[in-house]
T-cell receptor
């Protein structure tokens, strides 16, 4: 079983739409959780960390449910510039910061 | 402040050959991790170097080896290349072995094995 599972999409949404991505992780001991963004043929870049209390950064809201081992990302008022692949990422355990990535979910925002 | 740099940007090799990829971490970072990203997949952790030693390793064969130098830069070596080794190889740097700080990725080296 993969450490992190994501729906690969693609998600094609119109500008202004709200879109939600979900992922699940298999290791209940996982410690840290992130969403990374990767543009085509570029390196991944940290979008935001994810906390149990939920966190928001402008149009982006991330949520963690430890009981269900489930992570979500909500993007409101989608912009053309949001088109990218969104990678769900976890670190396995305390004392280790190697990252486990999902396959990524491709988002295309359409004018 | 230079970010993570990697060289070369692209590389073409044939099966059975050996390759060395290089990474310089972001200024102030002392830990380097290597990842392999196949087309359409997320990056997969290869190994991590700290204080010139391999500290953690993912599920990769011994054909994959590495090194970290006193200036914290790192090399990834792959021997006996297979077609399946074709991928984007990403280097990420961070501070501290178990740090919770952000890992910064370099632009990657795209390896094609023919």
């Amino acid at each position: 079983r993969k450490e992190v599972e994501q729906d690969p999409g693609p998600f094609n949404v119109p500008e202004g739409a709200t879109v939600a991505f979900n992922c699940t992780y298999s290791n209940s001991a996982s410690q840290s959780f992130f969403w990374y963004r990767q543009d085509c043929r570029k390196e991944p870049k940290l979008l935001m960390s994810v906390y149990s209390s939920g966190n928001e950064d402008g149009r982006f809201t991330a949520q963690l449910n430890r009981a269900s081992q489930y992570i979500s990302l909500l993007i409101r008022d989608s912009k053309l510039s949001d088109s990218a692949t969104y990678l769900c990422v976890v670190t396995p355990q305390t004392g280790a910061n190697n990252l486990f990535f999902g396959t990524g979910t491709r988002l295309t925002v359409i004018p | 402040d230079a970010g993570v740099t990697q060289s070369p940007t692209h590389l073409i090799k044939t099966r059975g050959q050996q390759v060395t990829l290089r990474c310089s971490p972001k200024s102030g970072h002392d830990t380097v991790s290597w990842y392999q990203q196949a087309l359409g997949q997320g990056p997969q952790f290869i190994f991590q170097y700290y204080e010139e030693e391999e500290r953690q390793r993912g599920n990769f064969p011994d054909r994959f080896s590495g090194h970290q130098f006193p200036n914290y830069s790192s090399e990834l070596n792959v021997n006996a290349l297979l077609l399946g080794d074709s991928a984007l190889y990403l280097c990420a740097s961070s501070f501290g072995l178990a740090g919770v700080g952000e890992q910064f990725f370099g632009p990657g080296t795209r390896l094609t094995v023919l």
